[in-house]
């Protein structure tokens, strides 16, 4: 096995639960499609209509580990500048004053967001072509192709790249004790989302059994997307985020699954559904 291998720090960190408004959580670590569009940016990649999206999401494999220092509540009010939401607040649309101070126009709400701090993604990337994998890790290490500055989750969560690195030869090898370096990873649930497991993992009892015995909240995080009028409809990938602690044993024989170092690989089989 083959696998591009990203660590990467961030100040600071929003990973948007979709669902939440006015209160806006966040995932502890980015979602499949947050780290699909970091690839896509440093391939420069702009469309869906562009050959390099095309080999991209035909064998596209992710992993995704992570952990974070602290979490902050911002306080924010976001802008809507909707002629109604203008209206609302301003009371007809060529005033631009409140209490006679004059304002930007648009419509104000108040939100929440959650933001982790001091935060470390550690990214696997795997490809059926491994000559495009190659290509992946040329624009990580020279990315003068971005479409925009390099993020994971905001577009103010820059990253810094603290290793960029193919690792190959990787061998499975028994589970033991805990996820070391790392508090979270995404684990594909085999029932539900069977079509989303690698190869790695695809008829791999042990990883079932695994599954089943091993703690986590049951999450839909999305994947790749189409577009539909002009929308964005992403594929929602069944998982299970487990949160830190101990694997569990297997009594007959222990679990064997594919490592880089202390490191258990769960590849997640990205598939894009075609409109």
């Known amino acids: 096995m083959k696998a591009l291998k990203l660590k990467i720090f961030q100040t600071t960190a929003h990973y948007r639960i979709p669902f939440t408004i006015v209160r806006r959580h966040t995932y502890p670590i980015p979602p499949y499609s947050t780290v699909i569009g970091l690839i896509c940016n440093v391939s420069g990649i702009k469309s869906q209509d562009d050959e390099k999206f095309k080999k991209l999401k035909n064998g596209l494999s992710l992993a995704i580990y992570g952990k974070y220092k602290s979490l902050d509540r911002e306080y924010v009010w976001l802008r809507s ?97 805990r996820l070391k370096n790392y508090d979270f990873t995404w684990l594909i649930d085999p029932e539900r989302g069977k079509k989303y497991l690698d190869d790695s993992l695809k008829d791999c009892e042990d990883y079932k059994k695994f599954f089943e015995k091993i703690s986590g909240s049951s999450h839909l995080i999305t994947s790749f997307y189409k577009i539909i009028d002009g929308i964005r409809v992403f594929d929602y990938i069944p998982v299970k985020l487990f949160e830190g602690g101990s694997f569990p044993m297997n009594f007959e024989e222990p679990f064997k699954f594919y490592f880089d170092g202390d490191i258990p690989l769960f590849f997640a089989k990205m598939i894009h559904s075609e409109v």
């Not at 989750?153 to 603290?162: M, S």
């Open 81 to 177: 500048l909707n002629r109604e939401s203008h209206n609302k607040r301003f009371g007809y649309p060529e005033n631009r004053y409140i209490n006679q101070i004059p304002e930007h126009p648009g419509g104000q709400m108040p939100v929440i967001i959650d933001v982790l701090n001091d935060v470390e993604i550690l990214i696997y990337i795997k490809h059926d072509d491994e000559v495009f994998l190659s290509e992946i890790n040329s624009s990580f290490e020279n990315p003068k192709k971005r479409v925009c500055p390099l993020h994971l989750g905001r577009a103010e969560d820059l990253v810094i790249f603290k290793e960029i690195n193919i690792v190959e030869g990787l061998k499975k090898e028994p589970l033991y004790g």
